[in-house]
């Protein structure tokens, strides 16, 4: 059933009747409440927005003066969340991810295994539009780069949770979707571990409460954060924070421009375009790096778009000629004739540093804005380095392509996000961490099964509990952590089978 | 010959059509061109990474000092 609260004078929501409360309608919250419901389960899920988007609710996502647009202009506040302009690409964790390495990170890893994460592939996929699909490598990769193999992914559609899933939600009897609902309060009650209610309020300044047995967040890794550091009502510092970790390891995969590179006739033919390297287990583990995907496009004209192509075209024949392309990239983006860029999607490291926090500004519902801190870590440079040097390398040994690497690699003054001589390190719009899942409140915001520390009955789903990055894609992962999270529910509190299979996954698997 | 060519032209090429750097009449480019070491048997030059070989081989052709 679908309940739009604008307009309404007065909130009244049923006593008694929903097991979860859902707070977001993205890949994770819809992906929750529908396993939630193939279970039985009486679900409230809540989005903020409307069924499209609207400044006024986008306006809310506003980061505080001094934090850089990037962190509002890359999420979006209506039904379907920020799966309305995803891209689409699904990558798989790797178990490399889930191991303890702590030569390379100060910071706890996954309190979890990989194979809690891999039993939930499947239904992931089906969610994602990608059933029956398997993962391959992009095609014309070949494998001859030592350290690295090629890479592997699945391209969904991409799956827009809102237009695919609201007829399912309206007809659903299990689930109620309120839309305009936005949650600006966590009550607790008086044991001040248990919660209350979700606070709704409504952009007429409308207000009421939504109870259920358990709650769940889901409105993405800054603004999970951002609503628990809001929540500080009745506990100092907000909810999660008993060990000062709320809001911090917020990470992104760092987006760089890694150099140029002349392709090797004898590899690059039949029209290949671009080929796609993930760092191997070994060599991240040798080098004592995160991993990264590294992907080479190549184009075999000089090449430019929008408006004065023709005066573009001109600039970009002279400045490849006279070797002052990198300057000119800084005024438009072109390639030279016979030249190849690589870039990568490289793993931050979880470092306190990078952290979310509360400015003293306020939105339209009262709910103080954020501020980001964001930077590059020693580790980050590290990998950055490590996994160009090594990549031009074995490119060159391979057969592949040579490769020229970028002056800011051997800076140590890097700062995110970097433009310069045409070299671009910036983030991919990966919020991940601030919520981070860890074995205890010292650690983490999030214990192994997602609830929030110091509560008995809050959950966070999404991609903030990320104790690490790795160098996938975040939207599938993100959706299985969310259907784990869903069978926790469902079993009231207790772990689903952690050897196998449970019945219905099994049910699921074989369907 | 060209700034670009000047060191990717040679890589490209595989030294062979390279127009050693004595013909160039923009000869300011060898001055600029930055040799860095990157590990054993490595460098760039100019930023592009070549062999300790290839390295010896532009020397000797001219392309590097």
Redesign the interface.
């Known amino acids: 059933m679908l309940i739009d609260l604008a307009g309404k004078s007065e909130l009244e929501f049923p006593q008694d009747k929903y097991d979860v409360a859902v707070a977001g309608s993205g890949p994770a919250g819809i992906s929750l409440a529908l396993r939630l419901a193939e279970s039985g389960k009486k679900v409230a899920l809540l989005e903020a927005g409307g069924l499209q988007f609207t400044p006024q609710s986008q306006a809310v996502y506003q980061t505080a003066e001094g934090t850089d647009p990037y962190f509002s202009a890359t999420r979006l506040r209506f039904f379907g969340g920020t799966s309305n302009h995803w891209a689409g690409r699904c990558r798989e964790p790797e178990p490399v991810d889930f191991e303890e390495r702590p030569e390379a990170y100060e910071e706890s890893g996954w309190p979890i295994s990989f194979a809690e994460i891999k039993k939930y592939l499947a239904p992931a996929k089906a969610i994602l539009d990608l059933e029956s699909k398997e993962f391959k490598e992009k095609e014309g990769t070949q494998d001859l780069i030592d350290s690295f193999y090629p890479d592997l992914e699945l391209l969904s559609p991409p799956t827009r949770f809102g237009v695919k899933y609201l007829d399912t939600l309206q007809s659903s009897e299990l689930i109620d979707l309120y839309v305009n609902a936005n949650v600006v309060d966590i009550p607790l009650k008086e044991d001040l571990a248990s919660i209350d209610s979700f606070a709704v309020k409504t952009f007429d300044n409308v207000s009421g409460n939504i109870q259920a047995k358990n709650y769940v967040i889901a409105l993405g890794a800054v603004e999970n954060a951002r609503l628990l550091l809001n929540c500080d009502r009745q506990i100092d510092g907000g909810l999660g924070n008993g060990g000062g970790m709320l809001g911090t390891c917020f990470m992104d995969h760092v987006n760089v421009r890694l150099?140029k590179f002349?392709p090797d006739k004898d590899v690059w033919k039949d029209g290949i375009s671009s080929m796609a390297y993930y760092t191997g287990d070994d060599f991240i583990r040798s080098a004592g790096i995160g991993a990264s995907n590294v992907t080479m496009g190549y184009t075999a004209k000089a090449e430019s778009d929008g408006r004065g192509q023709a005066v573009k075209k001109f600039l970009v024949e002279r400045a490849?000629?006279?070797?002052?392309?990198d300057q000119l990239s800084n005024v438009f983006q072109f390639v030279?004739p016979?030249e190849g860029r690589l870039s990568t999607l490289t793993e931050q490291d979880p470092h306190r540093k990078n952290r979310i926090y509360l400015s003293d500004e306020k939105d339209e519902l009262g709910l103080r804005r954020v501020s980001v801190d964001w930077s590059l870590s020693d580790f980050d440079k590290k990998t950055i380095k490590a996994v160009a040097?090594e990549f031009?390398?074995q490119a060159?040994r391979g057969g592949v392509a040579?490769?020229?690497?970028?002056?800011f690699l051997?800076e140590e003054d890097v700062k995110l996000p970097f433009y310069g001589n045409g070299y671009l390190v910036n983030g991919h719009a990966h919020h991940m961490g601030a919520t981070r899942m860890a074995e205890s409140e010292k650690d983490g915001v999030v214990d192994p099964n997602c609830r929030v520390f110091g509560t008995n009955n809050l959950y966070v789903a999404g991609s903030s509990v990320f104790p690490r990055g790795g160098a996938h894609n975040p939207t599938m992962p993100l959706v299985q952590l969310a259907l784990r999270l869903a069978d926790h529910l469902i079993d009231d509190g207790s772990l689903p089978d952690q050897e196998g299979l449970s019945a219905e996954q099994e049910l699921l698997q074989e369907t | 010959m060209n700034r670009r060519n000047f060191i990717s032209g040679a890589l490209a090429t595989g030294f062979a059509a390279a127009v050693p750097v004595k013909a160039d009449s923009t000869n300011q480019a060898k001055k600029s061109t930055k040799v860095v070491y990157l590990r054993e048997g490595y460098y760039t030059v100019d930023g592009w990474v070549v062999s300790e070989k290839e390295l010896a081989q532009l020397k000797e052709s001219g392309h590097v000092d």
């Open positions: 150099g002349i490849c000629n006279w070797g002052l392309e030279c016979e040097e031009a390398i060159h040579r490769v020229k690497l970028p002056e051997f």
